[in-house]
């Protein structure tokens, strides 16, 4: 089928309607303390000052009865110097404020039920009209007609937009800290483990060096998993939202009790064990101070859950959750080979790439699924956010603080996935004893590409797939430390992540018992072990030594 070549310049010649963001400053009349409400609007209809202090303060003349499509809508006498606020629909922005204008108005509001649009027109009606337009939400009208009297006035600004808010810095400390952290710490217990498995140990300890290995297909099922969520969070989010945050509140209580515990069992205090019972959970008797601690991080949950849209302090709270899940994902999930850390960056580097620039060719709104989901759609009835993002309160005076984007946000998984690699570069630095060389590196490069993403923000002004940037940075500079040290191999391959006791021959002694009287003499397997011994020394325990035969032979 063949396109007319007139629709191809058609597409070319229609002019983008760009809306810009702005204030409308209420009061009541005569006092100059009042409140700033977020406007939209279209600079090509008329210009706002930059400043408040020199907007025009003029009377509103509510007329929310009327949608000002007809000249028997105007009232008698008109609006001389004033702003008539009137309802959207029933024609076009132009016919409104073309009718405003010729009775004297000096500007117009019009209040929307439904998504703040850019008040569009043609060339021709730009240039006849020289009086401001904007939209205003019916939210904001309802709450402008409790708070104001009906002498009130308004002042309409547009103040410029910082390249960057300082809310910035406080992002990129979490997350480059959430990640340094979760390295170090992940790499440090995995050492551990592998040369601290004939220690004996408590049930909770054990439970709590649990880890998961990733195999390629558990990556393909993942992706899977999370282009279906999205989509489906796309198009049913107020249905699907309320269970995310359920699911949110219990991961975030689990993150913050394998946080905590580890700083609470070195505290000696509620040692004791609850009574024998046959209660689930409870049969096993913890201890005291265990169920205290799962209480508070249960409470903390719960606190967050009640009071979550309360924007002055709640996102404290979110950003602890969330700092506190991600550190127990990197502790608990594990890539074993640079390959596989390789796989899951790459195929989640085109997974936030498709969902943020491709998206919105196909979607209604023009939007990207990615930044819309985590955003919260505007026509959403219940206006639930998700909670799987760290964010931060803008801090700077900003018109975008009071509409679409009050707050500044990062994703979990822009903290988690390049995390991971760095995770597998602390396990290969302690494996190859390289003075950490590779974890500090990947680390670094996290850091300037998280920087690289802000400054990619400021300049095109539109939401940005952060894994765009992060993996590059943290894949390219791992695998160049890996080239220069000539140790790729063995870095792609992840080869001396097996643990040193699974290689020991077994001892014949363990599996038949020496007949009594007769001394038990195998001097084999103790030079196998002090052979292994020597060649893989544990580094964070030197003082002590291997179990001799006879400790391990011993029974429980």
């Known amino acids: 089928m063949r396109v007319p070549l007139s629709l191809?310049?058609?597409?070319?010649?229609?002019?983008?309607?760009?809306g810009e963001y702005g204030m409308a400053h209420f009061s009541d009349k005569g006092k100059a303390k009042g409140k700033d409400y977020c406007i939209f609007f279209n600079s090509q209809w008329a210009r706002l000052p930059q400043d408040l202090n020199k907007a025009s303060r003029l009377q509103i003349?509510?007329?929310?009865?009327?949608?000002?499509?007809?000249?028997?809508?105007?009232?008698?006498?008109?609006?001389?110097?004033?702003?008539?606020?009137?309802?959207?629909?029933?024609?076009?922005?132009?016919?409104?404020?073309?009718?405003a204008q010729i009775n004297g108005a000096k500007g117009l509001l019009i209040v929307s039920k439904n998504r703040l649009t850019p008040p569009a027109g043609n060339k021709s009606q730009y240039?006849?009209?020289?009086?401001?337009?904007?939209l205003l939400s019916y939210s904001d009208?309802?709450?402008?007609?409790?708070?104001?009297?009906?002498?009130?006035?308004?002042?309409?600004y547009a103040p410029s937009e910082p390249v960057l808010d300082y809310n910035m810095v406080i992002i990129f400390l979490m997350a480059v800290g959430t990640v340094a952290i979760g390295g170090y710490w992940a790499g440090s217990r995995d050492s551990k483990k592998r040369y601290m498995k004939h220690k004996r140990d408590d049930s909770a300890e054990k439970q709590d060096e649990e880890t998961v290995d990733v195999t390629p297909i558990m990556i393909c099922v993942f992706v899977i998993?999370?282009?279906?969520?999205?989509?489906?969070?796309?198009?049913?989010?107020?249905?699907?939202?309320?269970?995310?945050?359920?699911?949110?509140c219990i991961a975030s209580s689990v993150g913050l009790y394998s946080c905590l515990w580890p700083f609470i069992r070195r505290i000696p205090f509620c040692k004791c064990?609850?009574?024998?019972?046959?209660?689930?959970?409870?049969?096993?008797?913890?201890?005291?101070?265990?169920?205290?601690?799962?209480?508070?991080?249960?409470a903390v949950s719960v606190t967050w859950a009640v009071f979550r849209n309360e924007?002055?302090?709640?996102?404290?709270?979110?950003?602890?959750l969330g700092i506190a899940f991600c550190l127990y994902m990197l502790k608990t999930i594990r890539l074993p080979t640079f390959k596989a850390c390789t796989l899951l960056l790459v195929v989640l580097f085109v997974y936030d790439v498709f969902f943020v620039f491709i998206t919105p060719f196909f979607t209604k709104s023009g939007e990207s699924i990615m930044v819309e989901v985590a955003a919260g759609p505007s026509d959403s009835s219940p206006h639930e956010k998700l909670p799987m993002v760290l964010k931060v309160p803008r801090l700077n005076s900003s018109p975008l603080a009071l509409c679409d984007r009050p707050f500044s946000l990062l994703g979990f998984g822009d903290v988690l996935v390049p995390g991971l690699l760095v995770v597998y570069c602390h396990r290969f630095d302690i494996l190859m004893q390289s003075s950490r060389i590779y974890f500090v590196a990947c680390t670094i490069a996290y850091g300037i590409g998280l920087l690289i993403t802000f400054v990619a923000l400021a300049v095109m002004q539109v939401g940005q797939p952060a894994l765009l940037y992060l993996v590059p940075c943290t894949l390219l500079t791992s695998l160049a430390v890996a080239?220069?040290?000539?140790?790729?191999?063995?870095f792609w391959t992840g080869s001396g992540f097996v643990p040193a006791i699974v290689l020991t021959p077994i001892n014949c002694t363990q599996t038949a018992a020496p007949p009594k009287g007769e001394p038990s003499t195998n001097p084999e397997p103790q030079s196998t072990e002090t052979t292994n011994q020597s060649e893989d020394p544990p580094p964070y325990l030197p003082q002590e030594t291997p179990p001799t035969e006879k400790e391990e032979n011993k029974p429980e």
């Open 8 to 18: 191809i310049w058609a597409a070319f010649l229609i002019e983008k309607v760009v």
């Open 61 to 99: 003349y509510d007329l929310t009865a009327s949608v000002l499509c007809s000249p028997s809508e105007v009232p008698d006498g008109g609006f001389p110097n004033r702003i008539p606020m009137v309802m959207r629909g029933n024609c076009t922005f132009y016919e409104k404020v073309r009718l």
């Open 127 to 134: 240039e006849e009209i020289d009086i401001p337009v904007a």
């Open 141 to 156: 009208m309802l709450d402008i007609s409790k708070t104001f009297g009906k002498g009130r006035e308004v002042a309409m």
């Open 225 to 248: 998993m999370c282009c279906s969520m999205l989509v489906l969070l796309y198009f049913y989010y107020d249905r699907l939202a309320i269970w995310v945050i359920a699911i949110f």
């Open 273 to 298: 064990r609850i009574p024998e019972n046959n209660l689930p959970y409870l049969h096993k008797r913890p201890q005291i101070r265990m169920l205290l601690l799962s209480a508070f991080c249960i």
């Open 311 to 320: 924007d002055q302090w709640a996102w404290v709270l979110q950003d602890g």
């Open 483 to 490: 080239l220069w040290r000539r140790e790729l191999s063995q």
